[in-house]
């Protein structure tokens, strides 16, 4: 999950490459009364009757109870996020390949995509990447190391045993993209990427292009929150150079398929 220092922080961040700057939002066009979500940067008064679909519910609970979600900030509650990926998984669980993570934490979006999508009576796997210690100094920009500060200690013996009773599920320890040459699957159906890092995100995304099964699902956790400014223009440049679009979605993910 990105930017939730700058959230605590209250946005707009200074930043150095800024986006472009809109008129002030403004919800006093909807009553408090007639607002069905506020939560994670998004208010909405539109339907968001998935939260109480009692799959989606129960996928929510297991991945919340890994403490991905919560930090010096407090819980946060991503429901709408979550929705994105469990409907984007449905997807690619049509395709041939397997599923990667790259930035997985303690296991929450993990945890809800091997849930909601029953991953245990699946022949596919789930490749989880991650330095299970926090961003790779040498990889990350200052104001990146600036943000995530402090944020995340070592956990990877707490993730292994999280899901060592999945036998198709593996854990990939070490820092991305050095990580992805040592193992990696040849065909992915779904990508979910979530450094909270411009440079290793992008790397990520170049290594498994090719590997990417046409349909393919792919889900970039930090796209467009404002505080995460660089990692959106880095993979615009790479959505251009390989001529396939982003969807900027109300949640700060961006969504592409591959053709
Ligand atoms: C926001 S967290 C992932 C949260 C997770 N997707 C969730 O919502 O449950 C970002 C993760 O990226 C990892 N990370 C950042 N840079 C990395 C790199 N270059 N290589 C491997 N892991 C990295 C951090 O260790 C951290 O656990």
Same mark, same amino acid.
């Given at each position: 999950m990105g930017t939730l220092n700058a959230l605590n922080e209250g946005?707009?961040?200074?930043?150095?490459?800024s986006p472009p700057s809109l008129p002030s939002a403004s919800f006093d066009c909807f009553p408090a009364s007639a607002r069905t979500y506020n939560q994670d940067g998004l208010m909405t008064m539109h339907d968001c009757s998935f939260i109480e679909e009692p799959r989606f519910a129960n996928a929510y609970r297991d991945a919340i109870q890994t403490g991905s979600w919560s930090g010096p900030w407090g819980q946060a509650q991503i429901h709408w996020r979550a929705h994105v990926l469990c409907w984007a998984g449905q997807i690619a669980q049509r395709l041939q390949g397997d599923f990667v993570e790259c930035g997985v934490d303690h296991g929450g979006t993990a945890m809800l995509l091997l849930k909601y999508l029953d991953f245990d009576n699946s022949s596919r796997r789930m490749?989880?990447?991650?330095?299970?210690?926090?961003?790779?100094?040498?990889?990350?920009?200052?104001?990146?190391?600036? @943000?995530?500060?402090?944020?995340y200690r070592d956990c990877y013996d707490e993730v292994r045993q999280r899901f060592e009773s999945f036998s198709n599920v593996i854990v990939c320890r070490g820092s991305i993209p050095a990580s992805l040459s040592k193992t990696a699957p040849e065909?992915?159906?779904?990508?979910?990427?979530?450094? @909270?890092?411009? @440079?290793?995100?992008?790397?990520?995304?170049?290594f498994f292009w090719d590997r990417l099964t046409p349909g393919a699902m792919i889900?970039?956790?930090?796209?467009?929150?404002?505080a995460c400014h660089a990692?959106?223009?880095?993979?615009?440049?790479?959505?251009?150079?390989?001529?396939?679009?982003?969807l900027s979605l109300p949640t700060g993910q961006g969504l592409l398929q591959k053709r």
């Open positions: 946005l707009p961040m200074k930043l150095d490459e490749y989880l990447y991650d330095t299970f210690c926090g961003l790779d100094p040498t990889l990350s920009s200052e104001k990146e190391l600036a @943000n995530y500060t402090g944020i065909q992915v159906a779904f990508l979910h990427i979530d450094l @909270n890092a411009a @440079n290793p995100e992008r790397a990520a995304i170049e889900v970039l956790d930090d796209y467009c929150w404002v990692q959106k223009l880095s993979m615009d440049e790479f959505a251009k150079s390989v001529d396939c679009p982003i």
